[in-house]
């Protein structure tokens, strides 16, 4: 089973020292931003800082950087730099997609070089909503841009205005076993918001959530990484399966059918995934 990152830092690629202070806060992937996050008089230095970036990260498997939109010379110049790089990351982040013939072609570039990145995708158009399975299928990770998405819709970054994407979302990566990250909070001086938002999205099965702050990597962390408890009982459950002879087992006295049995094997995969790659010492 695939390792699914539940905590993303974003950090603008406009100063070294800002980058690499960054990985002394407790995410899962920290994000190097040649994105939005950069001016484009910028942009060139932004590339520089992030290579330099790249060779000083202890785990660059767990380092992601976002490029800019495929379409434009800056992406280009963003593939050439990391196809350059001695230390290239472990993920590539894809902004304002619109179909997965992009994710294919971003994959096939960086192939041709020799580099293999997972390739991670912002969903934040009208148009990726529409084709959201496609893109779920390509990618390996999707994550909801809802700044863009707002702002295409005209209508405010709410819970209600964002539910069907989320939902879309949510459903297309469990039918293809992709990460699904949700968008960074932005009101940032409202701790109710996110904590809000990250019940929510437990609700609707997302496995983790961006942030821009590290401040709000604690509430983040402590909702979604695997919980050593629900585990346990996970593996208890795995267990009694498997001494019934795989058929409906009983344990604390309730019965436990196939769906319940696959959802305990599955949760007990994505915990040890998750912590063969991102739990180790912190």
């Known amino acids: 089973m695939r390792a699914t990152p539940r905590s993303i830092l974003y950090t603008p690629a406009l100063s070294l020292d800002r980058v690499v202070k960054a990985w002394s806060y407790d995410a899962d992937v920290h994000l190097i931003d040649l994105e939005d996050g950069v001016p ?27 490029i800019n939109t495929l379409s434009t010379i ?67 990770g999707l994550v909801l841009g809802s700044a863009d998405l707002a702002a295409t819709l005209g209508v405010e970054i709410t819970w209600a205005g964002m539910l069907s994407a989320r939902q879309a979302m949510a459903l297309a990566c469990a ?8 968008t960074a909070n932005f009101r940032l001086a409202e701790p109710d918001v996110l904590a809000d938002e990250i019940e ?22 402590a909702a979604l990484r695997p919980d050593p408890e629900r585990l346990a ?13 795989g058929g409906i087992a009983v344990l604390d006295g309730s019965m436990i059918g196939p769906p319940f049995a696959r959802l305990a094997r599955d949760t007990v995969a994505a915990g040890d995934a998750w912590t063969a790659r991102f739990g180790g010492a912190r």
């Not at 041709?112 to 009208?126: D, L, Q």
């Not at 039918?175 to 949700?182: L, P, V």
């Not at 983790?208 to 709000?216: I, L, N, Q, R």
Request: proline fraction near 7%.
């Open 40 to 66: 484009v008089p910028d942009k060139p230095s932004a590339r520089a800082i992030c290579l330099a970036a790249l060779e000083k990260a202890p785990e660059p498997r767990n380092i992601a950087v976002r």
């Open 74 to 140: 800056e992406a280009v110049r963003d593939v050439v730099m990391l196809t350059e790089a001695s230390t290239p990351p472990g993920i590539v982040m894809m902004t304002m997609v619109d179909s997965a013939v992009e994710v294919a072609l971003l994959r096939g570039m960086l192939a041709s070089a020799g580099v293999r990145p997972e390739i991670y995708v912002t969903v934040e158009t009208p148009a990726a909503i529409s084709v959201v399975d496609a893109i779920a299928e390509a990618a390996d």
């Open 175 to 182: 039918r293809h076993g992709t990460a699904c990250i949700d």
């Open 200 to 221: 929510r999205i437990r609700e609707l099965g997302f496995h983790g959530k961006a942030t821009v702050h590290p401040t709000e990597l604690p509430a983040i962390n």
């Open 233 to 245: 009982h996970a593996r208890r459950v795995t267990e009694a399966v498997h001494a019934a002879g």
